[in-house]
T-cell receptor, first 117, second 114 residues
Framework: DQQVKQNSPSLSVQEGRISILNCDYT??????FLWYKKYPAEGPTFLIS?????DKNEDGRFTVFLNKSAKHLSLHIVPSQPGDSAVYFC????????????????FGQGTILTVHP | KAGVTQTPRYLIKTRGQQVTLSCSPI?????VSWYQQTPGQGLQFLFE???????NKGNFPGRFSGRQFSNSRSEMNVSTLELGDSALYLC?????????????FGPGTRLTVT
């Protein structure tokens, strides 16, 4: 049972345009969401996060949108650059019961983003 | 600030052997989580240690174990290795408390079981 799903295995975008990566989740207990970027043979790099009390969070070229009723989040990258080409993972963390759930992230399967010059 | 470090980076073991992987978290981080990445299963949570105690555990057999030391460094052990244990093992550290859920990952240890 995959609780976090990234239904698009890959996405191809032209440099300068917007990249939109999508993620759906099924577990209502998730209340914190994160996006990571990963290059081959390296660990994931944290990009941006959002708490369930918000519907949008921005950091430079990266914006994450959360639609709780649809259990859907998306990552927008504007403008896209060739250096953004990597695998992008969304991850979710459950509500913390007295601080006990912080360290357990559930990841999607990833989306390969290719930004063409 | 130095990032998360993992040693060794690459390891080749034979079926039936055991292996120990090491992780040093970012200074000040008290939580260390371990993940397994394979092509078929993706990134899967193994366990988390916070202040030397296992705080969360994923769905892996008892052959996978870990521990955390008083300086927050952590080790992960896999006994009686199987071919299916070949994977990239990632360690991540975080503050482990407050409102910050962000985890910062090390480069991983690539384990190959032959």
């Amino acid at each position: 049972d995959q609780q976090v799903k990234q239904n698009s295995p890959s996405l191809s975008v032209q440099e300068g345009r917007i990249s939109i990566l999508n993620c759906d989740y099924t577990n209502s207990m998730f209340d914190y969401f994160l996006w990571y970027k990963k290059y081959p043979a390296e660990g994931p790099t944290f990009l941006i996060s959002i708490s369930s009390i918000k519907d949008k969070n921005e950091d430079g070229r990266f914006t994450v949108f959360l639609n709780k009723s649809a259990k859907h989040l998306s990552l927008h990258i504007v403008p896209s650059q060739p250096g953004d080409s990597a695998v992008y993972f969304c991850a979710a963390s459950p509500k913390s019961a007295g601080g006990t759930s912080y360290g357990k992230l559930t990841f999607g399967q990833g989306t390969i983003l290719t930004v063409h010059p | 600030k130095a990032g998360v470090t993992q040693t060794p980076r690459y390891l080749i073991k034979t079926r039936g052997q055991q292996v120990t992987l090491s992780c040093s978290p970012i200074s000040g981080h008290r939580s260390v989580s371990w993940y397994q990445q394979t092509p078929g299963q993706g990134l899967q949570f193994l366990f988390e240690y916070f202040s030397e105690t296992q705080r969360n555990k994923g769905n892996f057999p008892g052959r996978f174990s870990g521990r955390q030391f008083s300086n927050s460094r952590s080790e992960m052990n896999v006994s009686t290795l199987e071919l299916g244990d070949s994977a990239l093992y990632l360690c991540a550290s975080s503050l482990g408390w407050g409102s910050s859920y962000e985890q910062y990952f090390g480069p991983g240890t690539r384990l190959t079981v032959t």
